[in-house]
């Protein structure tokens, strides 16, 4: 008995040892006529094998380049694509950088404080109150939904205030607009909980 860990390891093992023995055998014709009859009936199975490679642009020319890739460039036949360079395995790709930012406060990320800096720059007015308005709520919610805590909002105008550098100081008058930041007693719960939180309270076995 011969067992997979006693034969040649498979190059793209997706397509099994069946292909792979067709392809070493296709090697081996010596009528370059048959061989390349041999290559265009190969691929054909490779294709149906690997049918998720039909949703990849120009599936065929992918097909075909990995003929060459399992045939370790030994297959002298006529392909209908360029032949890829028997190089293409060994070319290590560039590595990407990862994007190394520092972030004050990592429960509002990066964007947010992006847009803290444009609300920043604008110019004061009804326009950039609202636009004050609805990011100091969605902080609270960022900060809520990290920490699982209470916040005063003196601390999200705090935030708000060195995340702008100074520039963004909420005023008396529109911290006491209605609903300028969330109730604390329930942000940050789910729909879930906050059901689960109104139906207890009606629920008291002492009265």
Known sequence: MEY?????????????????KMIDHAITIPDKEQRNKAARTIVSIMGMLNPQLRDITDFKHKLWDHLFIMSDFKLDVDSPYPKPSADIGRIKPKPVPYPRQDIKYKYYGKTMERMIEAIAKMKEGEARDHLVQTIANFMKFQYLSWN????????????????????INVSEELKLQQNFVFNTRNSGLSASQKR???????YNPNH
């Not at 997979?4 to 792979?20: A, K």
């Open 4 to 20: 997979n860990s006693q034969r040649p390891p498979l190059i793209i093992s997706e397509y099994g040892r069946i292909v792979q």
């Open 148 to 167: 699982k805590d209470s916040v005063d909002d003196t601390v999200i105008f705090d935030h708000l205030r060195e995340l702008s550098n100074g520039k």
């Open 196 to 202: 689960r939180k109104k139906k207890k309270k009606r």
